[in-house]
């Protein structure tokens, strides 16, 4: 079954307000979640890794200020679209791993569709 | 940017074993080589990885040639439901334990 849990699935908002979408480890602690973004018909592409306790770490060319990252307990890792625009919408992918080694797969959750009009 | 090169699409026929290659030329010693495949609007899903040694696991099959510059996945007997975008990726080390994804392999089971 899932060992990694993502809410909402799918949100529609509109330009200008924020979104909140919420990364869960089910059965496990994770201090590192890992953030993804993919467009359609594209690949997978890193945003941020998300560290419990700290702040995260952005990859280039994301910016931090629209894209909080909040990793508040080993369980939970939230990511919030501020003033959202139809540019941003997109499928919002997290993963996280059971283990802190290279030999310890991701798991990834089932991602959010947002569409903001 | 990702350190495997995939074929961008193979089909295969219901019921055969599928055979996907991967080339990662320039993998270190201590990089693992992952898959994972992707179904339509859903997370990418773990199948298998290794790092010299040949894997098998309920899902698949991984063979990796003793060079390690490259590797095939084996879906044994492949149905409808294995049609997806199967990506492998070499775990760099130096990360934070982050995958690279590439484009992967369409494949495309067709009864």
């Known amino acids: 079954g899932a060992v990694v849990s993502q809410h909402p699935s799918w949100v529609i908002c509109k330009s200008g307000t924020s979104v909140k979408i919420e990364c869960r480890s089910l059965?496990?602690?994770?201090?590192?979640m890992f953030w993804y973004r993919q467009f359609p018909k594209q690949s997978l592409m890193l945003m941020a890794t998300?560290?419990?306790?700290?702040?995260?770490?952005?990859e280039q060319g994301v910016e931090k200020d629209k894209f909080l990252i909040n990793h508040a307990s080993l369980t939970l890792s939230t990511l919030t679209v501020t003033s959202a625009h139809p540019e941003d919408s997109s499928f919002y992918i997290c993963?996280?791993?059971?283990?802190?080694?290279?030999?310890?797969?991701?798991?990834f959750g089932n991602g959010t569709r947002l569409t903001v009009t | 940017d990702a350190k495997t090169t995939q074929p961008p699409s193979m089909d295969c026929a219901e019921g055969r074993a599928a055979n996907l290659p991967c080339n990662h030329s320039?993998?270190?010693?201590?990089?693992?080589v992952y898959w994972y495949r992707q179904i339509h609007s859903q997370g990418p899903q773990y199948i298998i990885h290794?790092?010299?040694n040949n894997e098998t696991n309920e899902m698949a099959s991984l063979i990796i040639t003793e060079d390690r510059k490259s590797s095939t996945l084996i879906l044994p007997h492949a149905t409808l439901r294995d049609t997806a975008v199967y990506y492998c990726?070499?775990?760099?080390?130096?990360?934070?334990?982050?995958?690279?994804f590439g484009k992967g392999t369409k494949l495309s089971v067709k009864p």
């Open positions: 993963s996280a791993s059971r283990g802190s080694s290279y030999n310890s797969p991701l798991h």
């Open positions: 059965d496990f602690q994770a201090t590192t």
């Open positions: 998300s560290n419990e306790g700290s702040k995260a770490t952005y």
């Open positions: 320039t993998i270190s010693g201590n990089e693992y």
């Open positions: 290794g790092l010299k």
């Open positions: 990726i070499v775990r760099v080390t130096g990360s934070q334990g982050n995958l690279i």
